[in-house]
């Protein structure tokens, strides 16, 4: 039993809090005891000040230490190169600073090694290449300067390299075509945001992103091209100030207008939507749906004034949604279905006279529909080319009586808590048509949809771009019952936002994918 509670109790960061000097076989961190023979040390998110004590390096048999989310200061610490063991380095969002300790590169075990965010200078020396280890480097957000060294093509295992948002200057190796990574994968590979120059390798030369340059005369230099500032400077402090899955871009003629903010699709999220930055009032769209979002809609939401299409389904919101939706005058799509939204429907909804598209169903939602509903000019009996109906409040906890617009269309709802029994008899939207999540998404050129049936029937699959075009029919035909997969390829349209829209005479349902190339 001993032997078994060993790698237990030497797996438990904190042995001891508050109870005065350490014993010979622990060492104090930040006021805390740690034994020198935990493997896992994740401090992250505690509120952790100051600099990194040079003691962390007596934490010899170190294979994971997490300090990320914090507000630590200073430099990292020389002593980092004791660890010897260390197979994850993570750091990203502190306050850290000055140049990377050269013992840093020694650590020929690291394979994750994420230090974003963060005020780093100096230069990525030569060394970085004795890391053939990583499969993960994140440096981007920091203020590097110096070339990109021609040994980064050393890191052969590499599946994930950012180096954007810094201040790295000159040519882009050659070297760096020696790496197998998906360069088109903004999510894998993100250079831009700094004042690299062409000619580029063949290999990135289409995703470099933009760069400054003086030869622009304090433009941007996007492939090779000069564009204007004033946009991408609004669009810079947006994600200094944002999550690191943000992918931005700009339109096919390189003129410096936004793309829509996709953050979709990645599952990488996990966080608290209220830890966004609500103040960027460029983008016309907002597209946050599956990353496992928690917490409230932000009131800041408001503040987005130039906002049209705006997301958050397949989440795990709570809490109201906020009054100050009403400001977003612009808004044509409000997409806040599969959330656990609690609360009444704000009156101000019927502020929004430019909507077309409002999905509330499966959510949470009690009270009484507001009047102010009716204010609305979108179809509430109308089926939409991409999402099916128009205005969906189904499998909620509404309670009757209901505006007289939408009174027919309320769809089932759970009245258990109302004075007053609905007598709305709609069916629920079956549960046993399914269109899943298409892969890979994002993906470039192919990805592969599949669905299921229950029972034999006439089924179409067809893609929409972002305002709702149909560009493309895939599939039209009676399919049995059971799950299928058809293959789509993408080869002759542009990059951007897809939907791809699945209608039989029973079910219709709407995924959304992103096209890179």
Same mark, same amino acid.
């Given at each position: 039993?001993?032997?078994?509670?060993?790698?237990?109790?030497?797996?438990?960061?904190?042995?001891?809090?508050?109870?005065?000097?350490?014993?010979?076989?622990?060492?104090?961190?930040?006021?805390?005891?740690?034994?020198?023979?935990?493997?896992?040390?994740?401090?992250?998110?505690?509120?952790?000040?100051?600099?990194?004590?040079?003691?962390?390096?007596s934490l010899t048999n170190l294979g994971n230490l997490i300090l990320r989310y914090n507000e630590l200061t200073g430099p990292i610490p020389s002593e980092i190169g004791n660890l010897t063991t260390l197979?994850?380095?993570?750091?990203?969002?502190?306050?850290?600073?000055?140049?990377?300790?050269?013992?840093?590169?020694?650590?020929?075990?690291?394979?994750?090694?994420?230090?974003?965010?963060?005020?780093?200078?100096?230069?990525?020396?030569a060394e970085v290449g004795n890391l053939m280890e990583l499969t993960q480097l994140y440096l981007y957000g920091n203020q590097f300067t110096g070339s990109i060294p021609a040994e980064i093509g050393n890191?052969?295992?590499?599946?994930?390299?950012?180096?954007?948002?810094?201040?790295?200057?000159?040519?882009?190796?050659?070297?760096?075509?020696?790496?197998?990574?998906?360069?088109?994968?903004?999510?894998?590979?993100?250079?831009?945001?700094?004042?690299?120059?062409?000619?580029?390798?063949?290999?990135?030369?289409?995703?470099?992103?933009?760069?400054?340059?003086?030869?622009?005369?304090?433009?941007?230099?996007?492939?090779?091209?000069?564009?204007?500032?004033?946009?991408?400077?609004?669009?810079?402090?947006?994600?200094?100030?944002?999550?690191?899955?943000?992918?931005?871009?700009?339109?096919?003629?390189?003129?410096?207008?936004?793309?829509?903010i996709e953050l979709g699709t990645q599952h990488w999220w996990n966080g608290r939507l209220t830890e966004l930055n609500c103040n960027y009032d460029l983008a016309n769209a907002y597209s946050l749906s599956?990353?496992? =979002? %928690? $917490?409230? *809609? &932000?009131?800041? #939401?408001? +503040? /987005?004034?130039?906002?049209?299409?705006? @997301?958050?389904?397949?989440?795990?919101?709570?809490?109201?949604?906020?009054?100050?939706?009403?400001?977003?005058?612009?808004?044509?799509?409000?997409?806040?279905?599969?959330?656990?939204?609690?609360?009444?429907?704000?009156?101000?909804?019927?502020?929004?006279?430019?909507?077309?598209?409002?999905?509330?169903?499966?959510?949470? =939602? %009690? $009270?009484? *529909? &507001?009047?102010? #509903?009716? +204010? /609305?000019?979108?179809?509430?009996?109308? @089926?939409?080319?991409?999402?099916?109906?128009?205005?969906?409040?189904?499998?909620?906890?509404?309670?009757?009586?209901?505006?007289?617009?939408?009174?027919?269309?309320?769809?089932?709802?759970?009245?258990?808590?109302?004075?007053?029994?609905?007598?709305?008899?709609?069916?629920?939207?079956?549960?046993?048509?399914?269109?899943?999540?298409?892969?890979?998404? &994002?993906?470039?050129?192919?990805?592969?949809?599949?669905?299921?049936?229950?029972?034999?029937?006439?089924?179409?699959?067809?893609?929409?771009?972002?305002?709702?075009?149909?560009?493309?029919?895939?599939?039209?035909?009676?399919?049995?019952?059971?799950?299928?997969?058809?293959?789509?390829?993408?080869?002759?349209?542009?990059?951007?936002?897809?939907?791809?829209?699945?209608?039989?005479?029973?079910?219709?349902?709407?995924?959304?994918?992103?096209?890179?190339?």
């Open positions: 039993m001993k032997e078994l509670l060993k790698p237990i109790i030497s797996s438990i960061a904190i042995i001891s809090i508050g109870l005065g000097q350490c014993d010979s076989d622990e060492v104090e961190l930040w006021g805390e005891c740690f034994s020198i023979t935990i493997y896992n040390l994740d401090l992250s998110n505690s509120g952790l000040t100051g600099e990194i004590p040079p003691e962390i390096g197979r994850k380095l993570d750091l990203r969002f502190n306050n850290l600073s000055g140049s990377i300790p050269a013992e840093l590169w020694t650590l020929d075990s690291l394979k994750e090694l994420r230090l974003q965010k963060n005020q780093f200078t100096g230069s990525i020396p890191l052969t295992n590499i599946g994930q390299l950012h180096l954007n948002n810094n201040l790295f200057t000159g040519l882009i190796p050659e070297t760096i075509c020696d790496i197998n990574i998906q360069f088109y994968n903004p999510y894998r590979f993100d250079i831009s945001g700094n004042q690299l120059i062409p000619p580029y390798p063949d290999c990135v030369s289409y995703f470099v992103g933009y760069q400054y340059s003086e030869e622009c005369e304090s433009n941007y230099l996007f492939d090779g091209i000069c564009t204007e500032q004033s946009d991408l400077d609004v669009l810079q402090e947006f994600i200094d100030n944002s999550s690191e899955t943000i992918n931005m871009g700009m339109d096919d003629n390189n003129n410096g207008l936004i793309e829509p599956d990353l496992g =979002l %928690s $917490g409230q *809609i &932000p009131p800041e #939401i408001g +503040n /987005l004034d130039s906002l049209e299409f705006l @997301w958050l389904e397949d989440n795990q919101l709570t809490g109201p949604i906020p009054s100050e939706m009403g400001n977003l005058e612009h808004l044509k799509y409000l997409i806040l279905h599969y959330n656990q939204i609690s609360g009444p429907i704000p009156s101000e909804i019927g502020n929004l006279s430019n909507l077309e598209i409002l999905k509330l169903n499966n959510n949470q =939602l %009690s $009270g009484f *529909i &507001p009047d102010s #509903i009716c +204010n /609305l000019t979108l179809q509430f009996h109308g @089926w939409n080319n991409l999402f099916g109906e128009n205005f969906a409040v189904y499998n909620n906890q509404l309670c009757p009586p209901y505006p007289d617009c939408v009174d027919e269309y309320v769809g089932l709802q759970d009245t258990t808590n109302c004075d007053q029994v609905s007598v709305v008899s709609v069916d629920p939207v079956p549960l046993d048509y399914r269109l899943f999540e298409p892969y890979p998404n &994002p993906f470039n050129a192919q990805t592969t949809i599949e669905f299921s049936l229950p029972l034999k029937d006439v089924m179409t699959i067809k893609v929409h771009d972002i305002s709702g075009k149909e560009v493309r029919s895939i599939v039209h035909g009676i399919f049995d019952s059971g799950e299928h997969k058809v293959h789509w390829n993408a080869s002759n349209l542009s990059s951007g936002i897809y939907f791809i829209r699945m209608e039989s005479r029973h079910f219709v349902d709407t995924k959304k994918v992103s096209l890179i190339k």
